[in-house]
């Protein structure tokens, strides 16, 4: 192992530094020639050692021209490594222009960027796929000698990790002296991401550099004082030992799981804070001006406590954080690691954390995660192979750039690891889908968007085509949000607009840390005002809650199996689980155990799959339509992290059919039909693949007229074309993520012969935490229908069948008018709201 | 399918489930907005959504013909998604509709999207129809006087709460005056009947037919005088 050259050793040196082995490492394989991963914790000085290759070969051969890209997935992260990169270059004198470009740098520097680019360069995979796409890349990118990409493991996986390796190949293609460098936090998976990083698809061709030192976290379960809740997910009966614990600190960062959470529990310790400890409150609803000013005031020391969601997952260094607190369970055994990492930063000091488990499950879960921690293992999938839409969009920009050859093109896609698996067929069929649409019924000729020339080159059609694309570019599709305004004040961030839709004039609300009243809407915003009373609600936002993992699930079901690992756990739940041994049994390691009983009416089917929310939630659909083929007349479902469980008319018996593996066949056909997550996924697949386009800010009005509903589109591909390669798209992403089939197959062939099933007269104590989950979902379809008729039936019911509809609504032209209503009759709300009222009566 | 009957100035009709209204005394059909060629309409904006939307649309106006065997069809406008639509048709499926109006008296209202008569279709092209007590139109008249009247335009769609929620479906919408009904065409989105220009056509209320598989689900609307009133300032606000 080399030493540093000077100026740098000196500079190390100075600031009493010793230079670490890893960052000897990756100067090594720099001089090398060679790509290099680096997977080290958190706080190892992973930023610094993907750049020291660049520095020093600037200092040795100093020239002007674009020297490395660093790509990073925060915008915020690149614009601060920008500000900690400059001091070392400006203290040693080394003369090298850094600059950073995102959506927000403005178009003159962005002009005289492509102009005059800097040494090095830090953007985002958007800004670069659009800098790509531009007719002068080439030239731009052609003295390129790295790119270093930052959190390879928060991109690799991810739409937004598809689009990047995609990007990687074209400035391989175009930089053919360009070395490729990783950094990453600790993976489960280190031979994927070196995949991913290496320029053919092959991890041989990466030198792997890991940092394995560092002390253990130091993990401990803060229980309430109270009782210990049977449900729930919020974990706010532990705020005041919570509190307690943020008193004792200096600075702690309190992480939960979702925005709403993070909202009830800013609200509950503001509540506790008779000390005033200043606490603040970050997530990624909030406006970015209101997040930096958190970051900023916690980077300063001025705050005691930070409450926030996965927006502050990755990021900078805080420098003083020394205790984190994770709120509910944490799903993971990688974010708990990253989130624990938080606090300290160093590697040499043990970090400090606390679990805070919001019911008696997650007790459990917590127990299974500081295993976890404690056995050094990590979780986590490997990346799903990449994404069509993102390749439709990749193809389209390709051609934007310049014309390319099909040949050569699927050549270059290919070498991406994400897209190593590709065939030729659904290539040509992306690239279809981009020339016409890919229809089976050719009626779009005259509408290509793009044409081959007589060589075989494939150019856009014309410049309309071009500036679509630009527009459209990216692969983060938001669900509509609307702002939230205060009346005549500020914006405070926003909500998505399902939410807002179901607010009413008075109705509060918990955002920002504050409660608010609503009070209108305006086009594009919610208009709220400080205060209300009666119950303030909470914003819900789709897709915010993490599954729980696989290898946590194990251990989960590991702990429940052994008896002897309960004397770990805490007195109430070692009661509960004997309870449970005693009323029906546990579930087993390996097996499902399936527990069956009437109640209200109904029979009731509890399983302890323990596949995570996702996959409970596709399992449970597919139940129900198996019982409602097998005349069990299912009537509804729910699915937490833990169990499935469903209700019908009949009682459930044969559980091995119910639970047989062709339950993925013909029910999963007609799921997909049906299914508003595979719709959801094929809105964001048309989108990006540039079917739809996207929306954007202040065009929204007029786009709203133009726009057409994904869901009508889907429903027609589906009857006419079902092999269409946007429908195909949608299916391998159920499969392998949004939906986690992947998991139910897993899940159904470990089973088979091991189901143990249990008919019992009441419920059992460990399904009680499920049946009182929230969000219960229902049978769509069929069953949608039979709610509609029940709710009908219900308002008739209740007024007596004056609310009956006879067929006529009187004014017959030989019958005088009718006589008009009272007023206080005409004030009477949509039937919507009354049939809410009956609603709550009845359940 | 079990349509719901409604009568309306003394007539009485059925509403069928899947959208369309016959008329048994005049043997008459009436459907709205099929926004035909919609998909191609797009295409040739840029945006190239799978071409099949007429097919589908003819496809399952089709059996509806077979079951009301109607001597007479109304299409209440904006049967084509423009003006040019009726001439971008492909062929199959123009074949596939002249079979449809082959032997039956067609009326053709006009609407925004379609203000000219469809290019070499059978039938007649009207502002409006009156025909017995009924006038058909394509956008409602919010007035009294407007008699007895059967539109289209709006796409109303409603929301039912349900023990599990709200489910929302196009609907039909009707009064003592008028019928409101839901859009026929596999393209066409739908507007909340809660909407000021719908909720202005209905100012004291209704009732809303849900379509559902089998048959309407109905439920009565009240008032909507004040979503009327209340919303008009906030959209004008808007534009200065």
């Known amino acids: 192992m080399g030493t540093l050259p000077e100026p740098f050793s000196g500079w190390f040196a100075a600031r009493g530094w010793v230079p670490r082995a890893h960052q000897l490492a990756m100067l090594a394989a720099a001089e090398a020639g060679r790509s290099a991963l680096l997977v080290a914790p958190t706080g190892g000085g992973k930023t610094l050692a993907g750049f020291l290759p660049t520095l020093v070969d600037l200092h040795r051969d100093p ?45 003159n520097r962005r002009a005289r960027q492509r102009a005059t680019p800097p040494q090095i360069l830090l953007t985002t995979p958007e800004s670069l796929a659009l800098l790509l796409s531009l007719p002068d890349a080439a030239a731009l990118f052609a003295g390129l000698r790295s790119v270093v990409v930052d959190e390879v493991h928060a991109l690799a996986g991810s739409k937004r990790g598809d689009q990047l390796a995609l990007g990687l190949t074209r400035l391989s293609a175009l930089a053919p002296r360009m070395r490729r460098v990783g950094l990453s936090a600790t993976v489960a998976h280190p031979e994927a991401m070196a995949a991913w990083v290496a320029p053919d698809a092959d991890p041989a061709s990466v030198q792997l550099v890991r940092e394995t030192g560092g002390t253990p976290p130091t993990l401990d379960v803060i229980l309430p004082a109270g009782r210990l809740p049977w449900g729930g997910h919020m974990g706010l009966a532990s705020m005041p030992e919570v509190y307690q614990k943020l008193r004792g600190a200096a600075v702690t960062i309190v992480f939960v799981n979702t925005r709403a959470q993070a909202e009830l529990c800013f609200q509950a310790l503001w509540r506790l804070n008779d000390d005033n400890l200043p606490i ?116 389209l920009a390709t051609a934007c750039h310049a014309p390319f050859h099909p040949d050569a093109l699927y050549a270059e896609v290919t070498r991406a690891a994400p897209y190593a698996a590709l065939t030729r067929r659904d290539f040509d069929d992306t690239l279809s889908f981009v020339e016409d649409g890919g229809y089976a019924l050719s009626a779009y000729e005259r509408f290509r968007k793009l044409f081959r020339d007589s060589e075989g080159l494939v150019h856009p059609r014309n410049g309309h085509v071009v500036r679509q694309l630009r527009m459209n570019l990216g692969t983060i599709v938001d669900t509509p949000l609307l702002k939230v305004r205060l009346r005549s004040g500020p914006v405070l961030g926003e909500v998505e607009e399902w939410f807002a839709s179901t607010l009413e004039a008075g109705d509060n609300f918990m955002f920002a840390g504050r409660l608010l009243r609503y009070e209108r809407m305006e086009p594009m915003s919610v208009i709220v005002s400080p205060g209300g009373d009666g119950e303030p609600r909470v914003p819900a936002y789709g897709g915010s809650k993490m599954p729980l993992s696989t290898s946590l699930a194990r251990r989960v079901r590991a702990i429940l199996a052994d008896a002897r690992q309960w004397r770990a756990l805490p007195e109430p739940v070692q009661e509960w689980l004997r309870l449970q041994r005693h009323a029906s049994e546990l579930p087993s390691r390996d097996g499902l155990l399936v527990e069956t009983f009437p109640r209200d009416g109904r029979w009731f089917l509890v399983a302890y799959c323990f596949e995570g929310r996702l996959a409970h939630q596709t399992l449970g659909m597919l139940l129900t339509r198996r019982m409602e083929h097998r005349g069990l007349g299912p009537m509804g479902f729910l699915a937490t992290d833990y169990v499935v469980a469903t209700w019908s008319a009949f009682p459930p018996e044969d559980m091995a059919d119910l639970f047989a593996e062709d339950l993925l066949g013909e029910e999963l056909e007609e799921w997909m039909a049906d299914s508003s997550m595979l719709r959801r996924s094929f809105r964001n697949i048309a989108t990006i693949a540039g079917l739809l386009e996207k929306n954007h800010p202040g065009q929204e009005k007029s786009g709203r007229q133009m726009s057409m509903s994904s869901d009508l589109i889907y429903d027609v591909l589906r009857r006419h074309q079902p092999d269409h390669i946007l429908l195909r798209a949608t299916r391998a992403e159920a499969a392998a993520g949004l939906t986690d089939v992947g998991r139910i197959g897993t899940l159904l062939a470990r089973i088979r012969g091991r189901i143990t099933h249990r008919a019992l007269d009441r419920v059992s104590p460990l399904a009680v935490p499920a049946l009182i989950e929230e969000g219960r979902e229902w049978v769509a379809g069929g069953v949608e229908d039979a709610l509609l008729a029940e709710a009908e039936a219900l308002v008739e019911e209740a007024t007596d069948g004056a609310e009956h509809f006879t067929g006529s609504l009187g004014l017959d032209p030989t019958q005088p008018p009718p006589e008009p209503r009272s007023p206080r009759e005409r004030r009477r709300r949509p039937p919507r709201y009354a049939s809410r009222r009956l609603r709550q009566g009845v359940s | ?100 109006l082959d032997g039956r008296d067609v009326t053709w209202v006009l609407g925004n999207h379609d203000p000219v008569a469809p290019d070499a279709l059978p039938g007649t092209a009207l502002a409006e129809l009156r025909l017995g007590p009924l006038t058909f139109r394509h956008e409602g008249v919010p007035d009294n006087r407007a008699g007895f009247e059967l539109s289209g335009h709006f796409h109303p769609k409603a929301s039912m709460t349900t023990r599990c929620g709200p489910v929302t479906r196009p609907c039909f919408l009707a009064d003592a005056r008028r019928l409101l009904l839901p859009a026929f065409g596999s393209y066409t989105g739908g507007l909340s009947i809660t909407a000021p220009p719908i909720a202005a056509l209905f100012p004291r209320g209704g009732r809303a037919f849900l379509l559902g598989r089998e048959r309407l689900f109905s439920c009565a609307v009240g008032p909507m005088k004040h979503l009327a009133l209340t919303r008009a300032p906030v959209e004008a606000t808007s534009l200065s």
């Open chain 1, 63 to 107: 020239r002007p021209g674009l020297h490395t890209i660093y790509v990073s997935p925060l915008k915020a992260l690149a614009v601060d490594i920008a500000r900690n990169l400059l001091t070392p270059v400006a203290e040693m004198g080394l003369g090298i222009a850094v600059e950073t470009r995102t959506g927000d740098t403005p178009a």
């Open chain 1, 280 to 395: 603040a409150l970050h997530h990624g609803s909030l406006t970015i001006e209101q997040r930096r000013k958190v970051e900023a005031a916690m980077a300063a020391g001025k705050l005691r406590a930070v409450v926030a969601t996965a927006s502050l997952d990755l990021g900078i260094d805080w420098g003083a954080v020394d205790q984190v607190i994770q709120v509910a369970a944490p799903k993971g055994v990688a974010r708990l690691l990253q989130r624990v990492g938080r606090a300290n930063h160093r590697m040499d000091e043990a970090s400090s954390a606390f679990l805070v488990p919001a019911n008696r499950f997650e007790v459990i879960e917590c127990r299974a995660a500081i295993q976890a921690v404690a056995a050094g293992e990590v979780d986590g999938e490997p990346p799903r192979p990449g994404g069509l839409d993102v390749l439709a969009q990749h193809i």
């Open chain 2, 1 to 100: 399918m079990i349509s719901a009957p409604f009568h309306l100035a003394g007539e009485r009709l059925a509403l069928d489930p899947a959208g369309v209204l016959f008329w048994p005394a005049q043997r008459l059909l009436a459907v709205a907005d099929l926004h035909l060629e919609k998909g191609s309409h797009f295409a040739g904006r840029g945006q190239l959504v799978p071409p099949f939307d007429t097919r589908d649309t003819l496809a399952r106006l089709a059996p509806l013909l077979r079951r009301y065997a109607p001597e007479r069809i109304v299409f209440l406008g904006d049967s084509f998604h423009d003006g040019g639509g009726s001439a971008r048709m492909q062929s199959a499926d123009r074949t596939a509709l002249l079979r449809l």
